[in-house]
Each structure stands twice: as structure tokens, then as C-alpha cells.
């Protein structure tokens, strides 16, 4: 069954230059029956479009525990849990953007910010000095999920640059609230820096 849904506001510009349909959105919803008289639902599954689905974690899990009575119900409630789910998922896109908007308002003036995928929120790279690079990688359930930090290197006679991941708990010392993960991200940033420039 195809279930029509908003689309998620900050994919739409993604989806235009796909040339997809910006205005409507839907997903899958599967269903398996056991045999005999009267339909019981024996398992079921939702499938969103390949750009929803990557930012919709354990979709089945935040969904489950729905009583199968009548199709059109069912459907109904699988729509409300699944718009309830995008609502989150657009408010999570909302923290990663607060974020890398504050990185870009410090760092995009010095000329530093050398790359971010706007469309998701999700990846940002800032130069901590020459051959220096700072990757920032932020999943879908940030700030639950803590920023992966990685530093790349140029090393002398290499062709491919070194990387070093950078510990979370050094970082960030397990703090999940955004204002003070988006400070301590900027101490450790500072930090690299003046060591570059040293």
C-alpha cells in the first residue's frame, strides 16, 4: 500500500535538482497475511524513498505494538506513528543545522570551512592549518550520537594523507547538550589550530 506523507522541507531542494516531485512524498507500507478465513497480519514493514530511509533509524522498532484490525485502521495508525517519526527526524535535522551554522558563522570568515553537505546537516570539514583537516560527521540522532571527529594529514613524501580518529570522550567528556557540544567542539577546533601554528 502507498501511503502519502509531507516531504521532509529540508530534502526538497535535494529533490528538485533530482527533478522529483518536491510536494508529496510517500512510503511502502508491506503487509504479510497468514492463511485461513479471517486476515491475520502476520508481519509488516515500511519503506521510505532511499533519501528518507537513511535518516529513518529502526523505523519498524518506534512503530511497533499496532493492533491489525481493519486495513484502512491500520494504514491510518501506521501513518500517524510514521508522521510523528518524520516530525523527529526533521527536529534532529534542526539541531545538526544550529551546529554547522555556528561552526560556519566562526570559521567561513577566516576561510576555513572547506566543505559541507547543506542538504542533510551532515558532514563538515574545517582547516586547522596547512595540510590540515578537521572532518566532522554527524548521524541522524545527534546530539545523542556524538560528533565523529577525524583528523587527515599531509604527510611528507605520501601521496595520501594520514588520519587519526579523535576520542569523543577527550572532546566532548560525554556532555550531549548541544550549546555545549557546539563549545567544546570550538575549544578543541582553537586548540588544534594554535598547535598547527606552533
Avoid: W
Avoid at 570568515?109 to 590540515?132: D, H, R, S
Amino acid at each position: 500500500v502507498e501511503v502519502p506523507i509531507p516531504t521532509l522541507g529540508f530534502m526538497k531542494h535535494e529533490l528538485a535538482i533530482k527533478g522529483r516531485d518536491v510536494n508529496a512524498d510517500r512510503f511502502v507500507l508491506k503487509m504479510m497475511f497468514k492463511g485461513g478465513g479471517q486476515p491475520v497480519l502476520n508481519k509488516f514493514g515500511v519503506q521510505f524513498n532511499p533519501e528518507v530511509h537513511e535518516l529513518v533509524t529502526e523505523v519498524e522498532k518506534k512503530i511497533k505494538d499496532l493492533q491489525f484490525d481493519q486495513i484502512n485502521r491500520f494504514v491510518k495508525e501506521v501513518k500517524m506513528k510514521v508522521t510523528n517519526l518524520l516530525e523527529e527526524v526533521v527536529n534532529k535535522f534542526e539541531l545538526r543545522k544550529q551546529l554547522f551554522l555556528r561552526l560556519f558563522a566562526a570559521y567561513q570568515p577566516l576561510g576555513l570551512v572547506k566543505g559541507m553537505n547543506a542538504a542533510t546537516m551532515c558532514e563538515m570539514n574545517i582547516c586547522l592549518g596547512e595540510g590540515k583537516l578537521l572532518n566532522i560527521v554527524l548521524k541522524p540522532t545527534y546530539p545523542s550520537c556524538l560528533p565523529a571527529l577525524s583528523i587527515y594529514k599531509k604527510e611528507k613524501d605520501m601521496d595520501t594523507p594520514s588520519k587519526t580518529m579523535i576520542s569523543k570522550a577527550s572532546v566532548f567528556k560525554g556532555e550531549k547538550e548541544p550549546n555545549q557540544i557546539a563549545e567544546n567542539l570550538m575549544s578543541f577546533i582553537y586548540t588544534e589550530c594554535m598547535l598547527s601554528d606552533s
